[in-house]
């Protein structure tokens, strides 16, 4: 089992920036692949951004490339995004997957049905 806690969200301005963060437990950090999808009322969950175990690769979805930054940080089992130039088009609660495949290391993914656990969501609410 793997537990997360995300955090950060609010509401700001078009322009504005803000960071998320979402910690892991239960399991080795280190082995676990963390994506971070988001929904909107009324849509569908839609991928944002997604880390493999190794931080190496990153994968974004494009209206979110160059301005959103996805990170890990394994002595804190924590994954970022960081989101600046925020557009009220990115309101939507934010909520951080794991991958966790027992004797893998697993990657990064696009698709929510790779990710077996999930945090809670955090809002995040744009104003223009």
């Known amino acids: 089992q793997v537990q997360l806690v995300e955090s950060g969200g609010g509401l700001v301005q078009a322009g504005d920036s803000l960071r998320l963060s979402c910690v892991a437990s239960?399991?080795?950090?280190?082995?676990?692949?963390m994506g971070w999808f988001r929904q909107a009322p009324g849509e569908e969950r839609e991928f944002v951004a997604a880390?493999?175990?190794?931080?190496?690769?990153?994968y974004y979805e494009d209206s979110v490339k160059g301005r959103f930054i996805m990170s890990r940080d394994d002595a804190k089992n924590t994954v970022y995004l960081q989101m600046n130039n925020l557009k009220p088009e990115d309101t939507a609660v934010y909520s951080c997957?794991?991958?966790?495949?027992?004797?893998?290391?697993?990657?990064?993914?696009?698709?929510?049905?790779?990710?077996?656990?999930w945090g809670q969501g955090t809002q995040v609410t744009v104003s223009s």
């Open positions: 997957g794991a991958r966790y495949l027992p004797g893998s290391y697993p990657g990064a993914s696009r698709f929510a049905y790779d990710y077996a656990y």
């Open positions: 239960g399991r080795r950090f280190s082995t676990i692949a």
């Open positions: 880390i493999n175990w190794s931080g190496m690769i990153t």
